[in-house]
């Protein structure tokens, strides 16, 4: 497909990009946020995320020991990963664009579904990745949202929703 004369035209900082991307597979395995594959009657891109899948790093260690299908190196490689604060961002900057890319031409919005079922205050996100998430999403994906739905919201967001 390429002949010799592209192949010169390679850059080898694109190789080396494409080499550092961010591993989310971990973060992904978790099922918390992802693209879904289906889209909405208008053809919107549709995200969903299941925060009660955010589980402390303790939990999620003591639940992962009793697994016997998982080796003990995967079991430790998520229970790094997953109390990441890092890793949590960078899976949520690569579900928006993964996102944004399957938009459709024409459409800019996405719908997002949020599913809290199993949520306590036990597995909330923590603060801090919750303030920078909030701002990479109001400062690098502004107006994407087209709505949301929210299935079994705990009674802590009822004052919210009052407001």
Known sequence: MFSRKHASHFNSDDAEQRQAKPDVSVEAE???????????????????????????SHRYLTCSLHIALHSLNNILRRFQNTSSHEGQLRHLIYTMENAVLSLPQGLDKMVWLVDYTGWTLANATPIKTARDSTNILQNHYPE????????????????????
Request: hydrophobic share 45%; charged share 25%.
């Open 30 to 56: 978790m099922g918390k946020m992802y693209r879904a594959t289906f889209t909405d009657k208008e053809g919107r891109t549709v995200v969903i995320m299941r925060p009660a899948k955010q589980v402390s």
């Open 144 to 163: 994407r949202l087209s709505v949301a739905f929210l299935f079994n919201p705990p009674k802590v967001f009822e004052s919210f929703f009052k407001v």
